[in-house]
Structure formats: structure tokens, C-alpha cells
């Protein structure tokens, strides 16, 4: 778990590395923002797309060493992006890191399911952090990285991408001893429920929108509504996202404990009183110190279902871990993220404040979905199955 967990940060910081390295690239390629936009465009699309069907050819047969492939091509592509000369090989070049991260996600967490043990959400809580962490220290990797060697200090974000991949790539066989014997000999383990599956898709949708709106637009809202620096607005971001990562590691042992559905609805049901607090106590220009101490707040208790879902996704589909996982860590999320440009605009006729008024609504609408969520299908990976490696 602690390699999966690793490679999983390596993964994710390529993801949050392309909008730090937006502003050199605008500057230095005089690209227009719609042009630099399309940048993650391609990163975006190309994973989540790709996602659901690398996770089903997973499931069909195990290929583990799409792990250290995912990791290289996640990695390649961002590092050449600083050294390309053409607008067209700088897309391709965000199109095949996205392909990396499509491969590297629904394989790594089936693995990270087999590895996980008896309590799953316990288990799993580390590789989502590990995501959770990538994602966070990304644009502070690309900033240091640039500001010592120029664009071309993108070629950085090979290194910990080949690092990882090399000792995924040693560590392939003790790997595969890990894979269920139901599962090497085809066996069925249990029934589908692709119905429950689809409310629980329709939830990480709404919870995204509603965090990575939160991502979006927390240093709008420090420095329009609270007249903070953009610096203090970068600041006030990484901490809900680090808190974020803190709560993944939290709600794994809760969701053992009392059930995936029960931190679900809690999770989502508690952002919805604290956004509204928020809005409440600082709209009008309050403490600064009060809306970040919320905001840390806030980031923990979303976040703290992250490893619930994933665990319930894989536990409503036994059959099919990599597709479920697919599509609960890559095209449910990108798709949350199709919200945004209507956040915007919310903001650009109503305010900032209106806007995070809206994403407390999609909280909301996300603990609605959840109540209607079957509980979670214990045991769908049988921990006395699988094969511990000597």
C-alpha cells in the first residue's frame, strides 16, 4: 500500500502541474488564455474518457504493469511540455499525460482494493491521500521547478515519475501474488448492482462539482469578498486542500466502523452547514483568520468521504473493480468539473459570495442522492482469498 499510495502521489501531481505552468507558458509563448485553457482541456478529456474502458480491459485481465506505464506517460507528457516548439505537440504532449493517468488510476486501485485487507475503507484511505497529496504539492513542484530552470524545468516532473515507475516495475510479481484466487480463475464474485452503482456515479459528480468549485473559487473569495492578497488566496486553497488530505485519512477507519453510506451523507450534509456559515459570518468583509479556519474545516469533512465511495463503488460492482474505479476516481470527477464555467458566471452576474452560496446547494443536492444509496455490500473481495506474497 505504501508503494500504490506513492505512485499515486508521482500520478497526481501532473494533473494540478499544467495550471501552475499556465502563466510561463502565456508569457514566454505569448499563447492567448483560451489557447493556454485548452492545455488542461486535453489533459482533462483524454483521462476521463479513457478512464472506464482502460478500467474494463483491466478487469478482463490483470495487468499490473500499466501502473509504471501510466506513471511514465503521466509524467512524460508534462515534462516535454516546457520543451516543445509547436502548439500541436503541446497538445499532444497534455493529451498522452492525461492517457497516463487514465491508465495508471483503475489498475492501481483495484490493487490497492486486493492490498487493503479486511477493512477496505481503512486500507484504501491511503492511496486516495496519496491523490489527494499529488494534487496539492503539484503547482508548488512546477513553481520551484521553473523558477530554477526556466520552462524547461518541467523535464523535473520525469524524475519522481520514473523513480516510482522503476520500483513498480521491481515490485511487479510480489504484486500480482496479491490478486484474489476468485479472480485469477474467473469466478464470480457476487452480483452487480449497476442501478445503486449509477446513483453513487451521480453523487461523486454533484461532490466534485461541488469541491472542485470550492478549489475554484476559495482565492476569489478571499480576495474579492474578504480583501486578502492572491498570495493569502493561494494559501487559504492549500490549506483546505491539505486539510482535505487529512480528512481522506480520517474517514477511512469511520466508514469501517459505521459504514461507507452513513459518512457519505454526513460528509456532504456537514459542508452544506459550513459553507452557509461561512458565507454568513464573512460576506460582509469578516476575520480572515475565521473564513480559513472554516475552510480547513470545511476541506476536512468533505474530503473524508473520498475513500467511501471508491471502496462502495468497488463493492457495487465485484466483478468489475478497475471499471469501478475508473469511473469513481476519473470520469465522475472530470465531469464534476464541467460545472465550473456556470459557477462563473454566477459569480461574474451575482458575486462571489452567491457562487459558493451555489456550490453549498450541489453539497446539498449530493446528500439527497446519498440517502437513496443502498447500503455497502461487505465482503465482495473475501480477505482470506488472496495469496499472500513470501
Known amino acids: 500500500m505504501v508503494l500504490l499510495a506513492t505512485a499515486h502521489v508521482a500520478d497526481d501531481v501532473n494533473q494540478s502541474f499544467i495550471p501552475a505552468l499556465l502563466p510561463y507558458l502565456i508569457l514566454e509563448r505569448h499563447l492567448s488564455h483560451q489557447t493556454a485553457g485548452t492545455l488542461i482541456l486535453c489533459q482533462a478529456i483524454s483521462s476521463s474518457v479513457v478512464q472506464p474502458a482502460i478500467g474494463h ?33 503541446l497538445f499532444l504532449a497534455a493529451l498522452i499525460s492525461g492517457i497516463g493517468v487514465a491508465a495508471f488510476h483503475p489498475e492501481a486501485a483495484r490493487f490497492a482494493n486486493y492490498v487493503a485487507g479486511e477493512k477496505k475503507a481503512s486500507g484504501m484511505r491511503w492511496f486516495t491521500v496519496g491523490g489527494n497529496l499529488g494534487f496539492a504539492i503539484g503547482p508548488a513542484f512546477a513553481t520551484a521547478a521553473i523558477a530554477a530552470w526556466g520552462l524547461h524545468g518541467t523535464l523535473a516532473a520525469a524524475v519522481p515519475v520514473a523513480v516510482v515507475a522503476g520500483v513498480v516495475l521491481l515490485e511487479l510479481r510480489r504484486l500480482s501474488g496479491f490478486v484474489p484466487a476468485h479472480v485469477r480463475s474467473r469466478v464470480s464474485a457476487g452480483t452487480d448492482d449497476w442501478p445503486a452503482f449509477g446513483k453513487l456515479s451521480a453523487f461523486v459528480i454533484v461532490r466534485s462539482m461541488a469541491y472542485l468549485g470550492l478549489v475554484a473559487f476559495i482565492p476569489l473569495y478571499v480576495v474579492e469578498v474578504l480583501h486578502g492578497s492572491p498570495a493569502v488566496g493561494g494559501l487559504a486553497d492549500t490549506a483546505f486542500l491539505l486539510s482535505g488530505a487529512c480528512g481522506t485519512i480520517a474517514g477511512g477507519p469511520i466508514a469501517d466502523r459505521v459504514g461507507r453510506k ?64 475508473g469511473v469513481t476516481l476519473g470520469l465522475a470527477v472530470s465531469l464534476g468539473g464541467g460545472l465550473s464555467p456556470v459557477l462563473g458566471a454566477i459569480a461574474d452576474a451575482h458575486g462571489v459570495a452567491t457562487t459558493i452560496l451555489t456550490i453549498a446547494a450541489l453539497a446539498f443536492a449530493g446528500t439527497l442522492i446519498s440517502f437513496t444509496l443502498p447500503g455497502e455490500k461487505r465482503g465482495a473481495v473475501v480477505p482470506d482469498e488472496v495469496v499472500i506474497p513470501t
Open 57 to 89: 480491459l483491466a478487469d478482463r485481465r490483470s495487468m499490473p504493469w500499466l501502473i509504471a506505464v501510466g506513471l511514465l506517460l503521466a509524467g512524460g507528457g508534462v515534462a516535454a511540455l516546457g520543451v516543445l516548439p509547436s502548439m500541436p505537440l
Open 262 to 325: 452513513p459518512v457519505l451523507i454526513w460528509s456532504t450534509a456537514l459542508t452544506v452547514v459550513l459553507v452557509v456559515a461561512l458565507v454568513a459570518l464573512t460576506h460582509r468583509g469578516g476575520p480572515l483568520w475565521l473564513a480559513i479556519a472554516m475552510l480547513i474545516v470545511t476541506g476536512f469533512v468533505l474530503v473524508a468521504s473520498q475513500a467511501s465511495f471508491v471502496v462502495l463503488g468497488q463493492e457495487y460492482l465485484p466483478n468489475r473493480i478497475g471499471l469501478a474505479s
